[in-house]
Antibody, heavy 115, light 113 residues
């Protein structure tokens, strides 16, 4: 079965860091771009970051540039999102999705930034 | 950045009746390669999003044929031919032609009258 499973969310204080992980299975992970998309409570979807299949290209939404870092380990079929200097407005469910077209989604992991 | 605007924001529909959601982009979504990267997603209450349609009108595997996508340039539509109870959800369009960023519409909530 093709699936992606996120983990690593939690409650952190403003300014702290968190690292999200996404484990992929059922497909050739190294052949696909991967994406992170987030959804603040009661709000719509917002694209956060993408990474090319070999990690050579990375793109970010302006609001997270310089604070978030997307990476991948193709040997471990895993995608990551390192989130530093977290702000209250980063509070959201974070979804991992396969490809730039977001064809497969995980169940999401909740990140809450609050003092 | 390309702005995606959906209408209506809320759509009450009667079971068995058709429904139509509009998505407009602030610039043409025709890529230099001739393709148009406009996707539609469904998010049922309490669930993750699911892609229904890609490249304007291509249905993803397992998507019922009552869902159809159409449009060109800056104007796109998602149609449900006969709404069923399981179609209650928020629907989003997303463009992948002019990136970064990839951008979503604000969502349209479909509910039963």
């Amino acid at each position: 079965e093709v699936q992606v499973v996120e983990s690593g969310g939690g409650l952190v204080q403003p300014g702290e860091s968190l690292r999200l992980s996404c484990a992929a299975s059922g497909f050739t992970f190294r052949s696909y771009w991967m994406s992170w998309v987030r959804q603040a409570p009661g709000k719509g979807l917002e694209w956060v970051a993408n990474i090319k299949h070999d990690g050579s290209e990375k793109y970010y939404v302006d609001s997270v540039k310089g604070r978030f870092t997307i990476s991948r380990d193709n040997a471990k079929n895993s995608l990551y999102l390192q989130m530093d200097s977290l702000r209250a407005e980063d509070t959201a469910v974070y979804y991992c999705a396969r490809a730039r077209g977001c064809e497969i989604w995980g169940q999401g992991t909740m990140v809450t930034v609050s003092s | 950045d390309v702005v995606m605007t959906q209408s209506p924001i809320s759509l009450p529909v009667t079971l068995g009746q058709p429904a139509s959601i509009s998505c407009r982009s602030s610039q043409s979504l025709v890529h230099s390669n001739g393709n148009t990267y406009l996707n539609w997603f469904q998010q049922r209450p309490g669930q993750s999003p699911r892609r229904l349609i890609y490249e304007v009108s291509k249905r993803d595997s397992g998507v019922p044929d009552r869902f159809s996508g159409s449009g060109s340039g800056t104007d796109f539509t998602l149609k449900i031919s006969r709404v069923e109870a399981e179609d209650v959800a928020v629907y989003y369009c997303m463009q992948g032609t002019h990136w970064p960023p990839w951008t979503f519409g604000q969502g349209t909530k479909v509910e039963i009258k």
